[in-house]
T-cell receptor
Framework: EDQVTQSPEALRLQEGESSSLNCSYTVSGLRGLFWYRQDPGKGPEFLFTLYSAGEEKEKERLKATLTKKESFLHITAPKPEDSATYLCAVQEVKTSYDKVIFGPGTSLSVIP | NAGVTQTPKFQVLKTGQSMTLQCAQDMNHEYMSWYRQDPGMGLRLIHYSVGAGITDQGEVPNGYNVSRSTTEDFPLRLLSAAPSQTSVYFC?????????????FGSGTQLSVL
């Protein structure tokens, strides 16, 4: 069964303390892996799309990487404003949006 | 540019009542969809549409109806609300043709069914 898991479920960091969030997936063929950020009371906001193993993308303090079985979202020297829930989603090859599978998310808290 | 607009933001229903959650986008996106978000379960697709007049079921369609008469609007109807439908509902859209994987989400509707 195709699925997406994320770990940890929640992460509490001190400001400036770098860490990584994990997204593991099992699909028959990966078309794309997506990271979204979700603030409380708001809809998810797109961050990155990764298409193939070895690919990396960066945005400010965030860097997303992709292997054949998982993706990592690295957060370097986080600030309190990075506190949010980070969602991972995968899309299978040869399918459309009906097969975009979301993970449950990692709730990140950055303490000043 | 308003993006994806959802109304209402909050709603309380009694079991058996019906209602419509509204979703409108002003980006001329062909693809629109409805998700529900429950704690620990991630976003689950309810229904989606790839253009006016075209709709299809997602992962959890039971108890919900949709229609797409215009490109801009994609309402979600609850025919007879049940406590299991208590959730946060998100509408999302995408250009479909290019940058197709990037979904734009609305701010959500928090629904409680008593």
């Amino acid at each position: 069964e195709d699925q997406v898991t994320q770990s940890p479920e929640a992460l509490r960091l001190q400001e400036g303390e770098s860490s990584s969030l994990n997204c593991s997936y099992t699909v028959s063929g990966l078309r794309g892996l997506f990271w979204y950020r979700q603030d409380p009371g708001k809809g998810p906001e797109f961050l990155f799309t990764l298409y193939s193993a070895g690919e990396e993308k960066e945005k400010e303090r965030l860097k997303a990487t992709l292997t054949k079985k998982e993706s990592f979202l690295h957060i370097t020297a986080p600030k309190p404003e990075d506190s949010a829930t980070y969602l991972c989603a995968v899309q299978e090859v040869k399918t459309s949006y009906d097969k975009v599978i979301f993970g449950p998310g990692t709730s990140l808290s950055v303490i000043p | 540019n308003a993006g994806v607009t959802q109304t209402p933001k909050f709603q309380v229903l009694k079991t058996g009542q019906s209602m419509t959650l509204q979703c409108a986008q002003d980006m001329n996106h062909e693809y629109m969809s409805w998700y529900r978000q429950d704690p620990g379960m991630g976003l689950r697709l309810i229904h989606y549409s790839v253009g006016a007049g075209i709709t299809d079921q997602g992962e959890v369609p039971n108890g919900y109806n949709v229609s797409r008469s215009t490109t801009e609007d994609f309402p979600l109807r609850l025919l007879s609300a049940a406590p299991s439908q208590t959730s946060v509902y998100f509408c999302a859209s995408s250009p479909w043709v290019s940058d197709r994987e990037k979904l734009f989400f609305g701010s959500g509707t928090q629904l409680s069914v008593l």
